[in-house]
């Protein structure tokens, strides 16, 4: 089981990252072009970047953490957060008629919640 969680929080580390840097780095107009990314034509610069930021962060919370043992728990704290993102999402999606991508952002809340509660009750990481 460890092996599992470990595969699901660098998989969704992998993905915050990537999603992370494009918001934060990739221009607003290009982003909107680009599939998917059509919510971003009605979010401020200022939004799109500092969400981009939320999300590098994540990727480094599902992941250092518990390889450097300090405050492992953050991993099933960042997991529920990622949960709770991928919601938000999910409902930006939605508005636009996304459905394709509503799909994906609930893949990676599957995932999320199967991190939050493989770490917060199954197998806490414990070093």
Known sequence: MNT????????????????????????????SAAPGGAWTAAASDGFVKSLGIVEILAAVGLILPAVLDIAPVMVAVTALCWVLLMIGAMVAHGRLGEYKFMLVNAVYLAVAAFVAWGRFVVEPVTN
């Open 4 to 31: 599992a969680l470990w595969i699901a929080a660098g998989s969704l580390a992998v993905i915050a990252l990537l999603g992370g840097l494009t918001k934060t780095f990739v221009p607003r107009a290009t982003l």
